[in-house]
């Protein structure tokens, strides 16, 4: 069982990350029909929105995002400058965001209100790690109970995931494909292919909450079952 999981979870980081790399990959190398520029998407995305105070930026760590405290959109320079299908793609897909937080929508008010609780959950997994060593070489109660600290913070994270996922698929599939579509940035060809780029990254999402829900049963089974393996 413990063996399963553990595998089962490696296989939930590799799947999606390969997935949605070989996907975003692929349609960066195939030009939009429209011929505009990511930066140029974004723009004409959030000026038809009202969003003229929101800036759209080029930036070369953290990925593509949306950052709500400076009010900007931020994209790789390769999708700034780019007007790959993944660049108009994910441009419509971080704007999604910023109407999302000039909507007050509700799941991204929540998600930002637990960031700082989020920062001291994800202490969770390394001091359920450590503790478990030391329940292996040490047998003191106190480990145990710094185990269920941790498992606990770990399911803080797990939460967190789950709040993250309404957000995403929102500004995916109820924000960035409308505006893709109605506004005449997709060509009806194109419009599976963005799609594939949105599905994509939205399983990575959905696999990383998946992969804590895995770890956390994984570790409450070494924690608290019989069978040590
Ligand atoms: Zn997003």
Redesign the pocket.
Known sequence: MLTLLFFSGILLIIIPQIWVRTTLNKFAKVPSSVGKTGADVAREILNKNGLNNVRVEATNHGG???DPEAKAVRLSEEYFTGTSLSAVTVAA??C??AIQDAENYAFMKLRAATVPVVRICQLGPTLLFISIILTMFLSSPVWKFTALIGLILYTGIFLFQVITLP??LD??FARAVPILEGSGYLAPEEKGNANKILQA?AFT?VAAALYSLIEIMRWAIILFGNNRR
């Open positions: 593509d995002h949306y897909h971080e999604g965001h957000v995403e500004a995916s990254c999402y």
